[in-house]
């Protein structure tokens, strides 16, 4: 597969190039020439296939050529030890992406990438370096990610006493290959010493540095494949069984949830999330490649710079607005520039709805929905589910669970009681974060490299 920048179609580059590279050398992103299909076969067996057969047969065509198929299998086995299910909510679906060891649905695209990274600079005697920045819930997924992972090291920057606890634990408590520095100053500072490292030629001399950033096409990618597993699946009327890992309280005297009967078959609609768009840019991918999808919700906070642009054709990107559902506070969202590099605003308009909702509209969808069924949201979730309340869609519909709601149960507890802790976060929490404090300054940071 060859990849371009969205800027420039004259110089294609490889997959290794891509991934390794992050951001194309003249600002743009990488997008794949072509977006491949799905084989009759397989698209007709996706609702039947394992998680992990899904993922083989989606990454596969985009690593074509670079990536055997016995080292993809490895690697998908190693980075998805757990499943997208997708379950039933009284008359909707839920498909539920908090699974994984952070409990948020970065993990699919992380862990990927990670093990991507790995195998494609094996053999090099120098370790590759990854710098990255987080004002929380990045730093964690990444750490996660790569944690472990051969010939890499990992050094996050967060701003010292601004992240949360579990935010913290999540980024300073692995050890092994992965450090942390907690700087004084605030996530601008740390996303500035980033860029000055980048840009030093003693370091660049030194180390072999990389970013991980959420515009890196290795992350985009394995994000389609949640889409044409749960799409299959609907389209068979097939659903998974509301785990004890689905975040629910044990009390019988709630309704429970159905078999997904009367919900109909046929191509889902999915609402999204949405902050810098990578999660539906992927979700584009799968529909394009064939998965029975029959468009999507683009769900934002206030911060609602794509749904205008839907409804006007006219891109105004603004400063950011902070919300309750602060992983979405984003008001120039990055992979817009990949959306519009693939399809036009009529194309994009025909599959995607946009719907915003304030944060009144989000808490009292988490404590509506908790009533009635027991089920616990995450402002992200909620934030997708009210959006589908404002949009009439017909057939299956699901709404994608971004993050397990004990992430954030600040915002969720006052709502709706205690939240049940998956074993993931609970054992985050247990471990002692070690994190080195530094200054808002460059000779500081290269020190700590
Ligand atoms: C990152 C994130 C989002 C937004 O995803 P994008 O791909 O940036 O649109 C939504 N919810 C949660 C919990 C996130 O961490």
Sequence with gaps: ?????????????????????????????????????????????????DYREVALETIRPYVAGELPQAVLEELIQGAYPFNAPLIAVGDRLMLELFHGPTAAFKDFGARFMARAFSWLR?????????????????????AGGFFGVPGIVVTVLYPRGRVSPLQERQIAGLGGNISALAVEGSFDDCQALVKAAFADVELRRRLVLSSANSINVARLIPQAVYYAAAAGKAARGRLDPDGEATPRPGNETLPRPG?????????????????????????????????????????????RTVPDYLESGDYQARPSQA??????DVGAPSNFERMAAHWSWDELRRNIRGVSVSDDE????????????????????????????KAAVHGPVAVLGTAHPAKFAGTVEPLTGPVPVPP????????????????????ALKENL
């Design 323 to 328: 919300t309750i559902s602060n992983a979405m």
């Design 362 to 389: 989000t808490r009292e969808t988490i404590a509506e929905v908790h009533r009635q069924y027991g089920y616990f949201l995450d402002p992200h979730g909620a934030v997708g589910w009210r959006a589908l309340d």
């Design 259 to 303: 078999s997904g009967e009367g919900r109909g078959t046929g191509a889902i609609t999915f609402c999204v999330p949405s902050g810098n768009f990578g999660n539906l840019t992927a979700g584009l991918y799968a529909m394009s490649m064939g998965a029975p999808i029959q468009g999507f919700i683009a769900a934002t906070n206030v911060n």
């Design 424 to 443: 993931a976060l609970a054992g985050a929490m247990e471990r002692e974060p070690v994190a080195k404090t530094i200054p808002a300054d460059i000779a």
């Design 122 to 142: 094996r053999g090099e005697d120098k370790p590759l370096h990854i710098l990255v920045a987080t004002s929380g819930d990045t730093g964690g997924a990444v």
């Design 1 to 49: 597969m060859r990849y371009y920048s969205t800027r420039n179609r004259n110089n294609p580059v490889d997959f290794a190039t891509a991934a390794l590279g992050g951001l194309a050398p003249d600002g743009g992103l990488y997008i794949p020439g072509t977006i491949p299909e799905f084989p009759a076969a397989v698209r007709a067996s996706l609702g039947s296939m």
